[in-house]
């Protein structure tokens, strides 16, 4: 999954870090996934974090063990078809059966 294409003109670290939390936007991630994820340094991480906080684009979440990091519900736009799924497969996808 991505970011909406209204949240791509945005700082790339920024970017980066939405569209990782798009794709586990049930689970959210810590920090030091969204580092591994991103491949960003730890400051740069915690600057976007900062900014995407201001902008209510994403939500904090402590449950006691973890503190993990959540997209805002209008902030995750539709999955990407699989490259291996033929054009086929992708309309038959959207057909109510």
Do not use: C
Request: hydrophobic share 35%; charged share 45%.
């Amino acid at each position: 999954m991505r970011a909406k294409p209204e949240y791509r003109d945005r700082d790339d670290t920024e970017v980066a870090v939405l569209d990782a939390l798009a794709d586990r936007r049930d689970e959210g991630m810590t920090v030091f996934e969204l580092r591994s994820r991103t491949e960003e340094n730890i400051d740069r991480i915690e600057d976007a974090l900062a900014a995407l906080k201001a902008d209510d684009l994403i939500e904090v979440e402590d449950n006691g063990e973890r503190t993990v990091i959540l997209p805002g519900e209008d902030v995750v736009g539709e999955s990407l078809p699989d490259e291996d799924e033929s054009l086929l497969d992708q309309i038959r996808k959207r057909l109510p059966l």
